[in-house]
């Protein structure tokens, strides 16, 4: 059987130039979203290092469509810690600074990815992965810790309009040779993303694309 095509693949110079080209993505869909029949914009967000880097550019990305087009966002998270809103694994109390379907239709998702392939908190072999009724599943036997979670399940990831993987430093490029060019017979969890009548890309730096070989485009602003 032929491997899922990887989507669209983008490599940059720095995460500091992801960054930036990521929150103006972001600006970019919610303004045509905004602009159509539904007058909605929803947005998934993961957590981990994600929060800094779109904390750090996002604001300024936004800033000129104004508040009254704020309002109008939706903003889910695509798993969280259960621990309390002020702990420092919480993801809800990271993205503070930011101040509807049977399945979720996301207008953009926008997931991180562990050095073991997994995302949300879908983890490599776990029975979650199977789940296909239910839109949001408790964990509570996370190999990462905290141990207990909730998280988006498969069938809302590939639901969603756009899906965009971000993934930085050497310590990704492993797993992401895997996900983006091996056809494994049981697919890590990040493999298992794929939008169904949605767009998929990938937001890298060159450390960690630096071992694929698929096509992919290069970026830089210098």
Known sequence: MAAPAPGLISVF?????????????VAQRAACCLAG??????????????VSMLARELPAAVAPAGPASLARWTLGFCDERL??????????GLYRAFQGDSIPVFDLLIL??????????????????????????????SPKPPPQRVTLTLPVLNAART??????????????????????????????????????????DEAA??????????????
């Open 13 to 25: 110079s720095s995460s500091q130039e992801l960054g930036a080209a990521l929150a103006q993505l």
């Open 37 to 50: 029949a539904r007058a909605r914009f929803a947005l998934g967000l993961s957590g981990g290092s994600l």
């Open 83 to 92: 621990v309390p809103f002020d702990h420092a694994e919480s993801t809800y």
């Open 112 to 141: 991180g990815v562990g050095p073991d392939g997994h995302t949300c908190s879908l983890f490599p072999d776990h029975p979650l992965l199977q789940e296909r009724e239910k839109i949001v599943a408790p964990i509570s036997d």
């Open 163 to 204: 899906v965009i993987f971000v993934a930085t430093g050497e310590g990704k490029a492993a797993v992401l040779k895997r996900i983006l060019e091996d056809q494994e017979e049981n697919p890590l969890p990040a493999a298992l993303v794929q939008p169904h009548t949605g767009k998929l890309c990938w937001f890298l």
């Open 209 to 222: 694309a630096r071992l694929l070989t698929v096509p992919f485009e290069k970026h830089s602003t210098l």
